[in-house]
């Protein structure tokens, strides 16, 4: 302890103060559940920038990442073909391709690596390792490789020599380009060398930072990389990022009053959020981008297989109160399953407002009887927002005598339940994430029945008219016919009531004023490129 | 032989009635034991007569009606809602006061569980003894050897996450203390010559284990089950605490100090009152039962 009147904070400090605080939450049980193991590493607390969260990644091996944690371990620590600027909206960049071709049929694409990029471990970037990071996706099946079915096929990747890598598509795939930020490039022969749990604790990227060091449920710690062949910004660099995993939101609101963190994620509280913006050396960063916030339906399942049903809740929800009084007006309601800031919005689809006379009339006209109606509505553990608007659902939904049970889960057991359609609940509540400048970005991934099984599809939709429009939006390159596409299949989603489609919500962080060059983006992964970001004080 | 024992077997209604006295008096010396009973009597009336007491029991989903008033949410306690509202507009001391009827429910469903289950299979493996005695007492010390939290927590996983669940969760943990319990007791009674006495004139084993054997260890069990209600309100409250027990909305202490840990400092009654609650509940019994164990005189651990 520091006896000498200091004014920075020791460690020891830090941990009886956070120790304290957790005691005064709730006695022994809290400290069992949030304060076990979460002291952080005090480093040289100048060069390391901390980003706390809330959510702990299911797992960081980069052709297996699909949220939001997971994609920004992805981008820092992974290059891809190309990148993503850090303008609204975000545009194409270099990436370890420095140039690119396409050819006049869309179906073909020339790639010019650069020569000086290396893998943390010394290797050369080379073609090959391309050809086998697009071969790795498409074997796994996993993470984020549903935005290349059916558009890459087994040789659809060769490499004509060392630095150029050609790729001719299965199909036109209309934004193809736009994906490839999100085709994390690893090193082959590393990973070849090394067993399936190696890159749970290792990296095989060459991007701006390195693994050094993975507790899981606790913390992924990243080391600047000196060789990486990208800009950094200016001298005062952070050589350290620290991804700290704090379960409990009260302890993130006191590390960001303490300064022991930088940057919050956007699952917090919008109370906390309030807190954080009256301390002086935060700001909340409040950008509108693209979060929607979805309450998708179990459209597989009685009673919610019946359109009338569907359409019933979908009528019953006060939406008026979510966006003023649960998000305090930090939000859009939403009109049908795309965002309207998302170019081809249809802006003549329903819109959805609490009617409880309708509603009752769509309850009469289905076959079931509303006092036998008994459903599951399950959000993320901690996500205050969600288990609000459950609340509120409840509620709602009481007055046209449905039954709602409210069920918290953690992230990693809910991406595990939409997998198969017995363990998917009758209502999730979930964000859609935002990867590419696309409507297909929403769309493709929550509704073509292609994407079954990954948690963006929680709804089980099967809708032959609805895959045929969206595959041929995607391998059509005129974009007023794609608009068409998409007009119509946002009419045929929002009448089928699959979802509630509830809000779309301004994306809060808290970031200390002493992180230069915050910029966000809303992209899932790169709204945090750390490389962007410097000391300024 | 201890005072509830004297009492069992006084021949006379006179006898009875004076050792019944006895113990009252003692109890009434212990000041602290009287008012451990009286925040339990309190409690029971509380449960008993929650709709009438709370202001807006609707906010506590009485009568499967929840209400929810999102604009009137996080008011700070004053005279309209004395324990301040919580993040859905509700009153918190409403939910206080009907989360008294879970604790309460949990911890007498735990304990008849345990006792239950515990009692029979501990007069079992002390009075018959042998190969039998040896592997209930086994598997009885396999149950012991796990802390009673983690080994709740390793049964409610697999569960579906219900209050209904932690109760069952929390019942497989504890009725080995009384195996346990009941066993060294048995054992130390089993060569008596009372006992003896009714081998001799023929009684059989099911009479002589709950006839003879079961009233002398009458006592300790009071003891344990006053003391344990407290114990097993606190494992319910983390089970809920830990989103393993009762679900939201269910006003149940632990999932009431989950929900508000979210907003804490700043609306620091959230959490505050439902911990309040289960810190009186679980002194109240702690009090009666080291009140009782004073009074009758016996040793339970």
């Known amino acids: 302890m520091s006896l000498d009147g200091k004014d920075h904070v020791t460690p020891h400090q830090i941990g009886r103060r956070r120790l304290l605080q957790c005691v005064g939450a709730g006695g022994l049980t809290t400290v069992l559940a949030g304060c076990a193991g979460e002291e952080p590493e005090e480093t040289d607390e100048d060069e390391s920038l901390v980003y706390a969260t809330t959510i702990s990644p299911s797992t960081i091996d980069p052709m297996r990442a699909s949220d939001n944690f997971e994609n920004i371990y992805t981008v820092n620590v992974y290059d891809s073909l190309l990148n993503y600027t850090d303008e609204s909206p975000p545009e194409l960049a270099p990436g370890l391709a420095e140039d690119w071709e396409v050819g006049d049929d869309d179906q073909t694409y020339e790639f010019f690596l650069r020569d000086d990029a290396t893998f943390h471990n010394g290797d050369p970037v080379t073609a090959d390792d391309v050809v086998y990071s697009f071969e790795r996706m498409l074997e796994l099946q996993d993470g984020l490789s549903w935005m290349w079915a059916d558009t890459i096929g087994p040789d659809s990747v060769t490499a004509a020599d060392e630095t150029t890598v050609e790729i001719e598509t299965e199909r036109t795939f209309a934004p193809f380009l736009f994906t490839l930020p999100y085709m994390p490039i690893v090193n082959e022969s590393e990973i070849d060398a090394n067993d399936e749990d190696w890159l749970e604790q290792n990296d095989a990227g060459s991007g701006p930072y390195e693994l050094v060091e993975h507790e899981r449920e606790e913390r992924l710690v990243l080391q600047r990389s000196e060789d990486w062949w990208g800009d950094w910004p200016s001298d005062d660099l952070f050589d350290e990022v620290v991804l700290e995993i704090v379960p409990e939101e009260g302890t993130v609101t006191g590390m960001m009053g303490d300064e022991s963190a930088d940057i919050t994620d956007e699952w917090l509280s919008v109370e906390s959020y309030q807190e954080l913006a009256d301390l002086d050396h935060v700001f909340v960063s409040d950008e509108v981008t693209f979060s929607p916030l979805y309450v998708f339906m179990h459209t597989q399942r009685e009673p919610l297989d019946d359109v009338n049903v569907r359409r019933a809740i979908s009528y019953a929800v006060d939406y008026q109160q979510i966006v003023d009084d649960i998000l305090l007006g930090n939000a859009d309601q939403m009109q049908g399953p795309l965002p309207s800031e998302m170019w081809g919005h249809n802006d003549d689809v329903i819109q959805y407002e609490q009617d409880l006379e309708r509603a009752q009339e769509y309850l009469d006209e289905s076959d079931y009887d509303a006092e036998d109606i008994e459903l599951t509505y399950t959000y993320v553990t901690g996500l205050t927002v969600t288990e609000n608007i459950g609340l509120l659902l409840q509620t709602n939904l009481n007055e046209l005598g449905i039954d709602l049970e409210l069920e918290g889960a953690p992230w990693t057991r809910i991406t595990d339940m939409v997998t198969s359609q017995d363990t998917t609940s009758d209502m999730h509540a979930i964000y859609l994430s935002f990867s590419y400048v696309d409507p297909d970005t929403f769309l493709y991934p929550a509704w073509h029945s292609d994407s079954h099984g990954s948690w963006e599809s929680p709804a089980w939709y099967e809708n032959e008219e609805v895959d045929q429009l969206l595959d041929d939006a995607r391998t059509e390159i005129d974009v007023d016919q794609r608009t068409e596409y998409y007009e119509e299949v946002q009419e045929i989603i929002a009448d089928d009531a699959p979802a509630l489609f509830v809000v779309n919500e301004a994306e809060l962080y808290g970031v200390n004023e002493r992180v230069g060059g915050y910029v966000d983006n809303g992209l899932v992964g790169y709204s945090k490129a750390f490389w962007r970001l410097y000391e300024d004080r | ?301």
């Open chain 2, 1 to 301: 032989m201890s005072a509830i024992e004297n009492w069992y077997h006084s021949e006379s209604m006179e006898n009875r009635k004076e050792s019944a006295r006895r113990i009252a008096y003692r109890f009434r010396q212990n000041p602290l034991s009287l008012v451990g009973l009286g925040i339990i009597v309190g409690l029971v009336f509380i449960a008993i007569f929650a709709p009438y007491i709370a202001r807006h029991p609707q906010d506590a989903g009485y009568m499967g009606e929840p209400a929810v008033d999102f604009a009137n949410r996080f008011a700070e306690p004053s005279l309209a809602h004395p324990f301040g509202t919580d993040q859905a507009g509700r009153d918190i001391l409403s939910r206080v006061i009907f989360g008294t009827r879970y604790s309460l429910a949990l911890g007498l469903f735990v304990l008849t569980f345990a006792i239950g289950i515990g009692v029979p299979v501990g007069l079992v493996a002390g009075y018959v003894g042998g190969f039998t005695g040896q592997v209930l007492m086994r598997i009885t010390d396999i149950f012991l050897s796990v802390p009673p939290l983690v080994l709740a927590l390793a049964v409610a996983v697999p569960l579906q996450p219900s209050l209904r669940n932690a109760m069952i969760a929390i019942a497989v943990v504890w009725w080995p203390w009384y195996a346990r319990l009941v066993y060294g007791e048995v054992i130390s009674v089993r060569e008596e010559q009372f006992v003896e006495a009714s081998r001799g004139i023929g009684a059989s084993r099911i009479r002589i284990m709950f006839r003879e054997i079961l009233p002398n260890v009458l006592a300790p069990i009071t003891v344990k089950f006053s003391l344990d209600m407290g114990y097993a309100i606190l494992i319910g409250a983390s089970l809920g605490f830990l989103g393993l027990g009762a679900q939201p909305p269910t006003p149940e202490w632990g999932t009431m100090i989950a929900e508000g840990r979210a907003y804490l400092p700043a609306q620091w009654w959230y959490s505050t009152f439902p911990g309040v609650a289960i810190f009186i509940a679980v002194l109240g019994f702690n009090l009666l039962g080291d009140g009782l164990r004073d009074v009758l005189d016996v040793e339970v651990d």
